[in-house]
Structures are given as structure tokens and as C-alpha cells.
């Protein structure tokens, strides 16, 4: 059961270059999330999805794009990169409902110089 | 507003220490509470959670945690801890989808 995976897990970008991270889970997981972790910020939500064809903006969404086309995939695209979006992002997906364990993917090392 | 905070940023102890991490949330109605650990280089992994029954709930590792309704407060604690439990600690606030993390709390535990 490989839970939810990520790609790539390091990424060097330039300023103003496009790019998607990739996001698969294989637990049937209605719930798909993405978050960045910065220093001193805890993990900040930037868009969720409750299923195929559903999905919402969450903390800090401004710069990123998603979809969910299926229940597996959930990618995250950076629409022109900035060196702000700089961090480790990472992917987790969970039931839906209450009191649901939600699971992390590995991350995503960014870095947009 | 939804949110939840850790008040301590960083937390050093040296092995055998007793912990306790500080957690508050704002969150209208119905929360579930989690607690997740995040080893050097690793991605997070589930303590502890508590959606119903008896506040005080157990975790793995040794790790417990209290919910306090009246508090607003979700307490993680340990009463010995170890080397090996250096670590960044989050805590989060769940409803039906969202789940909202506070900033952290970097343990280091000297040996």
C-alpha cells in the first residue's frame, strides 16, 4: 500500500517558470489536500478537494492552481513561479467526515531562485 | 476565524524530562483534535486524535493528550521523554474537511 506520493521531492525553479507537483493516493480517500511548511509558520493549507470535480481554496491560495479530475490525483500547479513560494509542500489525504486520521505524503522541496 | 496555537515555539529538555505542549484552538462547532509529530527530514505522522468519549486520550510512544472544552485547550504531555523524541510537533483542528494546523513546537531533548 504506497499511501499518498508526491513528485518530484526536490525541485530548483526559476522566477517566473510554471511547474506541477504531483499528488497520487491509492486509500480511496474522498478528502485531498495541499499545504506549504515555512519556518515559523506551521503548514498552511492552500487548496482542499472533496472529491472528483470539487475543490477549494484554503489559507494561502494565491499563485497556485488545482483540479481533481480523479479520486486518486490531486496535482498543484505553480502558475509562475515566485522565489515566495520557496518551501517544502506536502500533500495528505483522508476520509471524509469527523474524526478522520489524515495522511501525509513525503513533500516537495521547492526552490524558485 | 478558525485557528489554533501553539504557544511554544521551541522547547529544550534534557532526557527524563516531563512534557507538556501547549495547544488552543477557535473553532464553531464540532472539532477533532489531532496531534502529529514530524521527525528530522520526515513527513508528519499521527500521535494521537481525539473526536469523542473520554477527553484524556493516549497515543503512541507514550504520548497522551487532554481536551478541555472550557479551555479550548489540547494539551500534549509526556512524562519521560527521550533522545528520540526530538522532534516538531503540531497540533490541528478538524471539522467535516478542513483541518487547520498551528505553527509547531520544536522539541529537542538533550541526552
Known amino acids: 500500500n504506497a499511501g499518498v506520493t508526491q513528485t518530484p521531492k526536490f525541485q530548483v525553479l526559476k522566477t517566473g517558470q510554471s511547474m506541477t507537483l504531483q499528488c497520487a493516493q491509492d486509500m480511496n480517500h474522498e478528502y485531498m489536500s495541499w499545504y506549504r511548511q515555512d519556518p515559523g509558520m506551521g503548514l498552511r493549507l492552500i487548496h482542499y478537494?472533496?472529491?472528483?470535480?470539487?475543490?477549494d481554496q484554503g489559507e494561502v491560495p494565491n499563485g497556485y492552481n488545482v483540479s481533481r479530475s480523479t479520486t486518486e490525483d490531486f496535482p498543484l500547479r505553480l502558475l509562475s513561479a515566485a522565489p515566495s513560494q520557496t518551501s517544502v509542500y506536502f500533500c495528505a489525504s483522508s476520509y471524509s467526515g469527523t474524526g478522520n486520521t489524515i495522511y501525509f505524503g513525503e513533500g516537495s522541496w521547492l526552490t524558485v531562485v | 476565524a478558525q485557528s489554533v496555537s501553539q504557544h511554544n515555539h521551541h522547547v529544550i529538555l534534557s532526557e527524563a524530562a516531563s512534557l507538556e505542549l501547549g495547544c488552543n484552538y477557535s473553532?464553531?462547532?464540532?472539532?477533532?483534535l489531532f496531534w502529529y509529530v514530524q521527525y528530522p527530514g520526515q513527513h508528519l505522522q499521527l500521535l494521537l486524535k481525539y473526536f469523542s468519549g473520554d477527553p484524556l486520550v493516549k497515543g503512541i510512544k507514550g504520548f497522551e493528550a487532554e481536551f478541555i472544552k472550557s479551555k479550548f485547550s489540547f494539551n500534549l504531555r509526556k512524562p519521560s521523554v527521550q533522545w528520540s523524541d526530538t522532534a516538531e510537533y503540531f497540533c490541528?483542528?478538524?471539522?467535516?474537511?478542513?483541518?487547520?494546523f498551528g505553527t509547531g513546537t520544536r522539541l529537542k531533548v538533550l541526552a
Open positions: 478537494s472533496v472529491g472528483a470535480g470539487i475543490t
Open positions: 490541528a483542528v478538524s471539522g467535516t474537511y478542513k483541518y487547520i
Open positions: 473553532y464553531g462547532g464540532t472539532v477533532n
